[in-house]
């Protein structure tokens, strides 16, 4: 009986937690059909008076906008992938090294690798600044790239999988004739499949939605990325145009939207897998 | 042809661990192998160490005559059988067979035959399509005596193999490794903590206990003339009795209850100058007699005593009692009604009773 109430408040508190989230979100879409007055005039009218797909076409379609709206999509889509695959490739082989192979000194590297993860990024920010422009470069994918890719966040999360993954697994394929390369390959990353997946996501979310390393790192309009743009349209031609705004941002939030669709059975899967919450 | 020796074999793990010492073994061609021993005593060590999965401390393994110590697992053909199958989750039923065979580059048509016929012995055909989480519990072995069947390796090793199913499944397994041996014909080292899996199965079985052999030879010899009191109380269930007692003139002596020794026994303990000393007395429960036409043929062994707990099994019935103020358990006939609370008449075969030092606790031959 009770265990039936529980269930039922259960379900009513995760609801109002999910609404509670949602709020800003269905507010901006809302918004983005909205038009310039009624969206400045406030009040909260959750169904548009009068329903527009207006901000939407000329978002899109309009001559009058002249800043690379679509470049910025792509630019953002590109950085989220490429530095994407870079993490876990990288953070998938460095955590297998570092849980299951005789690599030297793992006692200490790994304490030290996870160590970095309690720096905030202010702290590097200006050192990372300087080392790009000194380097040359600033305003280039190489630097919207790599800084994401030194992330220990990855290591981490993975280096606990492979921890807990079955030994016997992979010595039934070292005697199966397998050598190390076969058995990450062909065991032990297919089984991680949903931790990677996990971890890819986090990952394109992070860079994919980061707004200040990409405001410092680009400095012209072609390299810019979605948020950073969105930042500059509100600056500029959309400036006290949120119904325009909003139809940007929500036009900026599909790429997310679709990945998480994409990868959700997994995510969910690696989330109850590793324990992280 | 697959020998396999191991000469003076010793395993060390990091932080003087000592698991497994001496240990010298041949293990014969075509022979199904049980290293049998409590938990601990270093069977899974041993057999790891054949694989090639853990370092040799100490001594030469040979297979056939090529000494392997320094040899890859996956150069030394053999297959492994784990006990909690190993399976690749990520591959189907066929996959899971097929994926040694494909890192040896064997070709297509071959990986099929061999995989064809694995499931045809193994009646695996239906499944070949199906991921392990998908199987239940023996259906999951029998993939893993799969992947080792289609290998056709020299030596099979398999730990433990049938420990994770039920008893009913464990019984029928145990069944189809036999037939699939006898099949097959592979040398096989088996390793088992159950005593019935050892006897049932094994050509020869090798119980250990703390690393150290203690006894090799065929079953029915180590159940008959077990080495040591360990070895003894290890195999046969309900385990042999031992009493503790006094040699006697001709006779072994348990505070008031004496009976007598055979001549041929008797011979021995005092050639080796027992008598008068303590020793211990070992006898197999079905041993231990209560039928009239027994009791009365040997008067000379005739003992009473009080049954304290009698359980029936079907046509026996195990009696729980003591002599001297020392348990013993008898299995007898259940026709004769022995049940708890009487006091009857026993009546010890001693020519099947065997006598142990107290102090080494070897048996003395
Ligand atoms: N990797 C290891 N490191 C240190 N000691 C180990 C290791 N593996 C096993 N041992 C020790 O070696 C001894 C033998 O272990 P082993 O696993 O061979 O026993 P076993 O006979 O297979 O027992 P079980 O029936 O429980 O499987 C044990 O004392 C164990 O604690
Ligand atoms: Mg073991």
């Known amino acids: 009986m009770g265990n039936k109430r529980n269930k039922i408040l259960l379900v009513i508190l995760a609801s109002l937690i999910a609404v509670l989230f949602l709020i800003p979100l269905l507010w901006m879409i809302s918004t983005s059909f909205k038009n310039d007055y009624e969206a400045i005039a406030g009040g909260l009218n959750w169904f548009p008076k009068n329903f527009t797909w207006d901000n939407y076409t000329y978002t899109l379609l309009s001559q009058a906008i002249d800043v690379p709206i679509f470049k910025w999509m792509f630019n953002s889509i590109f950085v989220g992938i490429a530095g994407t695959l870079i993490i876990v490739a990288i953070d998938a082989m460095a955590a297998y090294g570092l849980a299951r192979l005789d690599v030297p000194f793992k006692k200490v590297l790994f304490p030290l690798f996870i160590s970095t993860l309690m720096i905030p990024f202010v702290i590097t920010f200006l050192p990372l600044y300087m080392q790009f422009s000194n380097l040359g470069l600033l305003n280039t994918y190489a630097a919207l790239i790599f800084p994401y890719t030194a992330n220990a966040f990855g290591v981490f999360l993975l280096y606990q999988f492979f921890r807990g993954f079955p030994k016997e697994l992979e010595e039934a394929a070292r005697l199966d004739g397998a050598n190390k390369w076969d058995i990450f390959i062909r065991i032990v990353i297919p089984s991680a499949r949903p931790v990677l997946w996990t971890l890819a996501i986090f990952s394109f979310m992070q860079i994919y939605n980061d707004f200040l390393w990409p405001l410092v790192a680009t400095n012209t309009p072609e390299m810019r990325t979605i948020t950073t743009g969105i930042a500059i349209m509100q600056q500029g031609s959309f400036v006290s145009s949120y119904g325009k705004l909003m139809a940007l941002t929500t036009i900026a939030t599909i790429p997310i939207l679709i990945i998480f669709l994409i990868g959700q059975k997994q995510l969910i899967k690696g989330i109850t897998q590793t324990g992280i919450k | ?365």
């Open chain 2, 1 to 365: 042809m697959a020998e396999l020796r191991l000469v003076g074999i010793k395993k060390v793990y990091d932080k003087d661990v000592v698991s497994v010492k001496d240990f010298n073994l041949e293990i014969r061609d075509k022979e199904f192998l049980v290293l049998v021993g409590p938990s601990g005593c270093g069977k899974s060590t041993t057999l790891r160490m054949i694989a090639g999965l853990e370092e040799i401390t100490e001594g030469d393994l040979y297979i056939g005559d090529k000494r392997v110590n320094d040899v890859a697992p996956k150069d030394r053909d053999i297959a492994m059988v784990f006990q909690n199958y190993a399976l690749y989750p990520h591959m189907d039923v066929y996959n899971n067979m097929a994926f040694g065979l494909k890192l040896r580059k064997f070709k297509k048509d071959e990986i099929k035959k061999r995989v064809d016929n694995a499931a045809k012995i193994l009646g695996l055909e239906e499944l070949l399509d199906r991921k392990p989480k998908a199987l239940s519990g023996g259906q999951r072995q029998r993939v893993a005596l799969g992947r080792a069947i289609v290998r056709d390796a020299e030596v099979f090793l398999m730990d433990e193999p049938l420990s994770n199913l039920d008893a009913k499944l464990r019984v029928q397994m145990r069944a189809e490794i036999q037939k699939l041996h006898a099949r097959l014909q592979t040398t096989t080292v088996y390793v088992t903590h159950d005593q019935t899996e050892a006897m049932t199965m094994a050509t020869r079985l090798v119980v250990m206990k703390d690393g150290i052999i203690q006894q090799v030879g065929e079953p029915k010899e180590v159940y008959d003339f077990p080495n040591n009191i360990f070895v003894g109380g290890f195999i046969g269930s309900p385990a042999m009795n031992f009493l503790n007692g006094k040699i006697e003139g001709n006779h072994f002596v348990m505070g008031d209850v004496k009976v007598e020794i055979p001549e041929g026994k008797l011979k021995t303990l005092r050639d080796q100058g027992y008598v008068g000393k303590d020793i211990v007395l070992g006898i197999r429960p079905e041993d231990i007699h209560d039928e009239p036409l027994y009791l009365k043929s040997s008067p000379e062994t005739k003992f009473s005593a009080h049954i304290e707990v009698a359980e029936l099994m079907g046509s026996e019935i195990v009696l729980y009692s003591k002599v001297d103020d020392q348990d013993f358990v008898a299995r007898v006939d259940a026709r004769f009604n022995a049940t708890a609370g009487q006091t009857i008449d026993f009546a010890f075969n001693l020519s099947k009773a065997h006598f142990f030092d107290k102090e080494t606790e070897e048996r003395i031959k």
